[in-house]
């Protein structure tokens, strides 16, 4: 069982940053590939930006390549996403989420665990 805490959510301005944590319990975070998921008001839950238990392989959804950023700190049981030149359209829940992995890989479809989610809110 791995619990999932999101922190780090909040309101900024169009073309700020943020940096979202997700700190997760137990002894085997490495063993775990790691995402972020979101979802705004009236959508549907995207995917966002996935790790691979080892970190050497990323994953983004096309709207976010090259201003967020996904990494992990397997020896703190955190993953982290940061989030640089924010847009209106990124406004949305932020979800963490955990799925135990054999290989070095990321699920295609649905994850182990989940956070209870963070807001941001970017305004125009």
């Known amino acids: 069982q791995v619990q999932l805490v999101e922190s780090g959510g909040g309101l900024v301005q169009a073309g700020g940053s943020l940096r979202l944590s997700c700190a997760a319990s137990?002894?085997?975070?490495?063993?775990?590939?790691m995402g972020w998921f979101r979802q705004a008001p009236g959508k549907e839950r995207e995917a966002v930006a996935a790790?691979?238990?080892?970190?050497?392989?990323?994953y983004y959804v096309d709207s976010v390549k090259g201003r967020f950023t996904i990494s992990r700190d397997n020896a703190k049981n955190t993953v982290f996403l940061q989030m640089n030149s924010l847009k209106p359209e990124d406004t949305a829940i932020y979800y963490c989420?955990?799925?135990?992995?054999?290989?070095?890989?990321?699920?295609?479809?649905?994850?182990?665990?989940w956070g209870q989610g963070t807001q941001v809110t970017v305004s125009s």
């Open positions: 989420t955990a799925d135990l992995r054999v290989s070095d890989s990321v699920p295609s479809t649905a994850w182990d665990y």
């Open positions: 137990g002894r085997t975070f490495s063993s775990y590939a």
């Open positions: 790790i691979t238990r080892s970190g050497r392989t990323i």
